[in-house]
């Protein structure tokens, strides 16, 4: 089983990448995850926004399988503890399927990738900036591992 973070934007910058290297290196082989960026929409002068979120959609589903189970990072989503998406994350290695998590760009996921979704996820009630987004989700899938694992990184 592999976890893969589907987000729109690249070339972050150095401290996005680090922290989020930081953690993907630490999941264990048979967990890894993975960072697929999808390219952000031009957006310049008076920009047709649902169109360009309708284009960064399409590239997103275009990298998800049919049996991917889908997680769609949503403000408006259900909010999980951390102890929650530990008990997710064993209810998935179980089922075997890859999971992805969607991570729109600075003006969220269209509504494709919301209906192609199997849940709905809020990492926060605080609006963030999506490369930082990155780095929170590669954090707590660690911890959610270390709490299934009973390793000492999580000691809540």
């Not at 997710?88 to 290695?93: A, G, K, V």
């Not at 992805?100 to 969220?108: A, I, K, N, S």
């Not at 900036?129 to 270390?146: D, F, G, K, N, T």
Request: glycine share 6%.
């Amino acid at each position: 089983m592999k976890l893969r973070l589907i987000c729109v934007g690249q070339k972050m910058s150095d401290w996005v990448s680090t922290g989020y290297n930081d953690y993907a290196r630490r999941m264990p082989p048979e967990l890894p995850l993975e960072l697929t960026e999808i390219a952000m929409a031009h957006r310049g002068k008076n920009p047709d926004i649902p169109r360009l979120m309708q284009r960064e959609s399409d590239a997103i589903l275009a990298s998800v399988a049919p049996r991917d189970r889908v997680i769609a990072l949503e403000v408006g989503g259900r909010p999980w503890s951390t102890e929650k998406l530990a008990s997710h994350l064993e209810s998935w290695q179980q089922d075997g399927q890859d999971v992805c998590f969607l991570v729109g760009g600075p003006d969220g996921l269209a509504d494709a990738c919301r209906q192609r979704a199997d849940q709905q996820w809020s990492l926060s009630p605080l609006t963030l900036p999506h490369p930082l987004v990155r780095i929170v989700l590669a954090e707590q899938l660690y911890r959610a591992w270390s709490i299934t694992r009973n390793h000492p990184y999580h000691r809540a």
